[in-house]
């Protein structure tokens, strides 16, 4: 199991926005988890190798005017915007679909199903191919902590692991946005 704890700020990091981890297995620090707020992707590091997840393109939510327009005219949906997983070579090693309040996640050739457990809860579990057994969680165990947990099995490698709680966090912080975001 992975724990992500809250790093200390550095004077050059003291007010900017995004949040950091240190990312511990074991007891053992393995890596560090970077989530940039303002530009919704993260930077991590695990074992000295570097990964990143962004989007392919910025984030733009569909205005209800315009969502009204399209089914009226008949026009296609916006293309998918998809979260990549990229390593330091740039080589795409996940790539996670938004989906209602989920992911799809293609993962090489297998497909792998994020949700939220419930609208209350702050775990997310991990399914194969919309299974019913769920496989492992990720997400905030204990409502009053800052620490994050990825409690997923062994044949997921560290990197994916922690591309999850990059995905877990992607949820919440847009989720926010959306909220705070002015009506069109």
Known sequence: MLEA???????????SRDVRFDVFEADAKIGALVYDIKSESA??????EAFAAARERKRRDERLYEAAWRKVSGSDK???NP?????AGGAVLAQADAKGAGWLIARGSEVLELRRRSVFSRLHDLY??????ALGWVGQRKFFTTRLHVDLPSEFDAPFQIFTLALAL???????????????
């Open 83 to 87: 979260m990549l997983l990229k390593d």
């Open 78 to 80: 916006p293309p998918a």
């Open 128 to 133: 194969r191919g919309g299974g019913g057994q």
């Open 5 to 15: 704890r809250p790093s200390k700020r550095g004077a050059a990091h003291r007010f």
């Open 43 to 48: 930077t991590f590091d695990v074992r000295g």
């Open 170 to 184: 992607d949820l919440t912080f847009v989720s926010l946005d959306r909220l705070n975001a002015p009506s069109a």
